[in-house]
């Protein structure tokens, strides 16, 4: 009987030790082999630098930077061994002491299984049987450590776990956990940032430093204790170690980080694009995949790979593109609309409206702006309450636009007590009034100023126009308030932006009237102008309507935006032509390849329209700023470039932005030359073209419709841009190496409001940008091509100057097309000065006698002087009168001393023997041109540009009467 109850019981228990091995094997059957162990990878974050090395940006499921065992510094390991396994160099993986005191103490206190838990086994439950709290999970666990104990060192599974275990604040690892908590390499740890973080695994949220800052002292503390029983430290240590107060940082937050937001989210899908079409190199890529699949394997190579990607971003432009744009909005908003009320109200404020306070959040967008509730109200005050129980009052400002606000059911009007409204300290900018560069820091008592988030959006893009690479991108107001980029998505008319295209076609074309070549002081009638188009009749009219300015040059046609002038010349050019350059140049689409013949004419077509030369094609900001940069750089083709280079987790380059091999780079030095690297970009303007069409929009700055970016200080030339109703403002320009679009307006198209150009509404945006942008650039007038002809003219006729100019400028030429480059020119020309010499010589009064070299001087001439609105096509001298050029100007201070002028010899007459195709001009002898190009193998000269105005002062008479430049009138 008994050998049957012991058979029974050693059946039974086999039965159970069956059971117990089968649900062993049923729950741990799906854990990795040893083979996958020793190959496992963690995923790691991406981090996008800025071309400066600035972090800017995280791409990650878990943020973690990986930190291999020999850089991980013996005072971190030192802290989680004290915190969490001091054993852990001397267990198997698993510590049964550790299991039975854990299972006593909660049996005692009641609480759920917890402790007892070795690092190998955090670690195992990291990587991989997730943090479930059950039997089951706890098997796993200590099946999988044991597994891992036996195929790595001790070394290696404390690199796995300090790289795996999660640490609160977005921190997955060490790593990342001292970039984001203290903005530090491990490596600059003291002894309490190290103990904060090994005091962190057990409950991260209990112990936020951010959040819970009391309870991760107490708990800090207590680590650097242990640390000190365990002699790690000394007792001196850890008593000096525990005075250190708690500071913190909250990385990815700084105010250039946050501004760069627009970017990063480009460069985001830029990699995600590269990815998916197989450009990474050395990345697995299935070109046979469903567009899903492809999608998901992006993501998993961006958000869990650990690239290291090096953009073109220059963080400190970044910064100053966002700062204007803001600014730029701002002061529309409050100049142009009334205020529209609180963001929340507080029922009935009391003594606690501190905390009523503090549990508002703000509106997405409005960074540092504090929030304030209404405390009292009347006539001459408004008192506001502030968060930690502070108290302020409204500056009278905004106190009187407050009261433009009124209820939705129009019963009452401005602020009411619990009011919860956004305000500063800080004046609120207005850039009619005050630059970038104007900073003023309030007072600690200043009263505040009520701020709020403009309802109109813009965009704002820099780039180098000669390598392509964006160095700044704003795309709206606020990436946290709408992620739609503006910048790269916002389809718009460019308005009178798009006029320098058509010029640029023009100068590449024959005039009709005079059978030779377009070129900037050619003349076109400003005129009542009406066409029939396939479209039907078009009748455009210049910004000011009514009037009309009769011939005028080519310049003073952009400088002024004259509507009639561009249409026809551009029925002069012809629109097919006019539609190819805005094809090459990157502002129209070609049609794809595989495009049918009927889907190429729907494409090709509307972009022929005679409306386009006016800027009616939709197109988008950094569209423009890419055709400008091929206007600055020589006519280059540039492509807009958002990333320098890509590399894996192993520093591996798998994408870099397109470079050149270089032969002779590595070669000894011997006395040769450097290498010199060949220009692969496609030429796709003139040279010679380029810089004439700069060098019109020079003239814009300078004299025309952006006449308030002189304040600048260095050179800078662009053209503004409005649209029909005022729905769109632009401002495109550039410095000799820098190229910026800006664009404002709504997203819903509507009105900006009568008046509000280019030139008020965009160009003082630019102007903030650029003053930050070249606050330490050098002072660079645009470089010259080889063989431009810079000749002074009449600023007025666009002829060589007589006896009749009141003002000239340094225009520039190709090669045969500049006045007195023909013998029909000359002919004309000596003929003319012979005319003159002889009228002087008879004596008549008011003739003119030819100009001695003090005509040349610095003299001022009596000249009206004129003001220049920002209205595009607009300039009065206050009378109604209207003129090119203002007398009072004069060239820039590097090209006022040439003129243009050089001596030939010394005829008495300045004549001379003269023969067909020689050049001749009134004493002082001087060439009508000067040559300031160069060849191939010289440097590009730093002379003066073309379009610099100068007063021409001829003989003085007697009773000189005061004439305006009028230029005709209809």
């Known amino acids: 009987m008994f050998r049957k109850l012991l058979f029974l019981a050693a059946f039974c228990a086999g039965l159970v030790g069956a059971g117990i091995l089968g649900w062993v094997y049923s729950v741990t059957r799906d854990l990795p082999a040893p083979r996958e162990l020793k190959t496992y990878e963690p995923p790691i974050t991406s981090r996008v630098h800025a071309g400066d090395g600035t972090l800017v940006a995280e791409f990650a499921r878990q943020h973690r930077v990986f930190i291999p065992k020999e850089e991980l510094p013996n005072r971190v390991i030192q802290a989680f061994l004290s915190a969490e396994d001091k054993d852990f160099y001397e267990h198997n993986g698993i510590d049964p002491k550790g299991i039975i005191r854990g299972v006593i103490l909660n049996g005692i206190r009641g609480r759920r299984i917890t402790g007892g838990s070795t690092i190998t086994q955090q670690t195992v439950k990291n990587m991989l049987v997730g943090s479930e ?15 891992l104990e036996s195929i790595f060192t001790k070394d290696q599974i404390l690199e796995l776990y300090l790289n795996e275990i999660y640490l609160g604040g977005r921190s997955y690892g060490v790593g990342a956990a001292a970039i984001n908590y203290f903005g530090k390499p491990l490596r600059d740890l ?30 800090r503390n207590w680590v650097i204790s242990r640390m000190a029983v365990n002699g790690y430290i000394t007792e001196e240590e850890a008593e000096e170690a525990q005075k250190e107060p708690l500071t913190t940082v909250d990385g990815l937050r700084s105010d250039e980080v946050l501004a760069s937001a627009y970017f990063v989210e480009e460069v985001r899908r830029d990699i995600l694009r590269r990815a998916k079409e197989g450009e990474l190199k050395g990345v697995d890529f299935d070109p046979y995949a469903e567009e899903a699949e492809q999608q998901v394997a992006a993501e998993k190579l961006l958000y869990e790979e650990g690239l290291s990607v090096r953009s073109t971003l220059d963080s400190r432009f970044q910064l100053a593109a966002q700062t204007a744009l803001q600014m730029g909005l701002e002061t529309y908003d409050r100049r142009t609309k009334f205020y529209r009320g609180p963001f929340a109200k507080i029922e009935k404020p009391t003594d606690d409206w501190d905390n009523a306070l503090f549990e508002i959040s703000t509106p997405s967008g409005s960074g540092h702006w504090k929030k304030a509730v209404v405390l009292a109200v009347d006539d001459k005050a408004v008192k506001l309450g502030l968060e930690e129980n502070k108290t302020g009052w409204l500056a009278e400002e905004s106190r009187k636009w407050v009261k433009t606000y009124k209820s939705a059911d129009g019963k009452s009007s401005g602020l009411k007590v619990g009011d919860v409204i956004l305000v500063t300290q800080q004046l609120p900018p207005n850039v009619l009034e005050r630059t970038i560069m104007d900073e003023v820091t309030p007072k600690e008592d200043a009263p505040y100023h009520v701020r709020q988030l403009p309802g109109v959006e813009g965009a704002l893009i820099a780039m180098d126009p000669h390598t392509g690479r964006v160095l ?31 010029y640029a ?30 479209q039907g009749l078009w009748k455009p009219g210049n910004y000011a309507a009514g009037s009309f300015y009769g011939e ?43 495009a049918t013949e009927e889907e190429a004419r729907r494409i090709l077509g509307p972009q022929t329209y005679l409306s386009r030369t006016l800027g009616a094609g939709d197109t988008t900001p ?6 400008y940069a091929m206007f600055v750089n020589g006519g280059k083709r540039i492509e807009p470039v958002f990333l320098d280079r890509i590399q894996d987790r192993y520093g591996k380059t798998i994408q870099r932005r397109k470079t050149q091999e270089c032969v002779d780079c590595n070669a000894p030095w011997s006395g040769q030359l450097p290498p010199v690297f060949e220009d692969m970009r496609e030429q796709v303007l003139d040279p010679i073209t380029a810089y004439q069409t700069v060098s019109l929009m020079e003239g814009v700055v300078q004299r025309g419709t952006a006449s308030r970016l002189r304040v600048i200080g260095k050179p800078v030339a662009g053209k503004t841009g409005t649209t029909n109703d005022y729905m769109d403002a632009w401002f495109v320009g550039f410095s000799p190496d820098l190229v910026v679009a800006v664009w404002v307006g709504y997203d819903t198209p509507q009105t900006l409001g009568n008046g509000e150009s280019g030139g008020r509404v965009a160009a003082p945006i630019f102007r903030d940008f650029m003053m930050k942008a070249l606050q ?14 810079l000749v002074e003219v009449d600023a007025k006729t666009g002829k060589l100057p007589d006896h009749n100019t009141r003002v000239t400028i340094l225009e520039a030429f190709k090669p045969g097309t500049e006045p007195g480059g023909n013998s029909e020119d000359l002919d004309s020309w000596i003929a003319s000065l012979e005319a003159q010499r002889n009228q002087s010589q008879s004596g008549s009064e008011g003739t003119y006698s030819g100009p001695d070299a003090s005509t040349y001087g610095d003299n001022a001439v009596n000249e009206p002087t004129y003001e220049y609105d920002d209205q595009d096509g607009v300039t009065s001298n206050g009378n109604g009168d209207f003129s090119p050029y203002d007398s009072s100007s004069t060239a820039n201070d590097n090209s006022a001393p040439l003129n243009g002028r050089v001596q030939l010899g010394e005829e008495a007459d300045g004549l001379g023997d003269l023969s067909v195709g020689d050049v001749a001009s009134p004493t002082p002898a001087a060439t009508p041109f000067r040559d300031l190009g160069f060849g191939a193998d010289t440097q590009q000269s730093q002379s003066p540009n073309s379009g610099q105005a100068t007063p021409y002062q001829p003989p003085v008479r007697e009773e000189e009467p005061d004439q305006e430049l009028e230029y005709g009138t209809y």
């Open 133 to 147: 709290r059950s039997i089951v999970r706890k098997v796993r666990e200590a099946f999988v450590a044991r597994r």
């Open 190 to 219: 003291t002894i309490a940032e190290a103990a904060l973080l090994g005091a962190m695994p057990k409950a991260p949220g209990k112990v936020n430093p951010y959040r819970r800052a009391d309870a991760a002292v107490a708990r």
């Open 472 to 502: 700044s991108m704003a795309g709206g107001y606020s990436f946290w308030r709408s992620q739609y980029n503006r910048a790269v998505q916002a389809y718009r008319q460019p308005g009178s932006s798009f006029k320098p295209v058509v």
């Open 505 to 534: 076609a023009a100068l590449d074309s024959i005039d009709p009237k005079t059978g030779k070549n377009f070129t900037p002081a050619s003349t076109v009638l400003d005129a009542p102008f009406v066409v029939d188009t396939p």
């Open 552 to 594: 005028s040059t080519l310049r003073l046609g952009i400088e002024k935006s004259r509507n009639l002038m561009t249409a026809r010349l551009a029925q002069d050019v012809g629109m097919e032509k006019i539609a190819e350059y805005g094809r090459k140049l990157g502002i129209y689409p070609y049609p794809p390849a595989d």
């Open 622 to 627: 950094i569209k423009m700023a890419t055709a």
């Open 776 to 789: 330490e650039a050098p002072s660079m007038p645009f470089r010259l091509p080889s063989g431009v002809r």
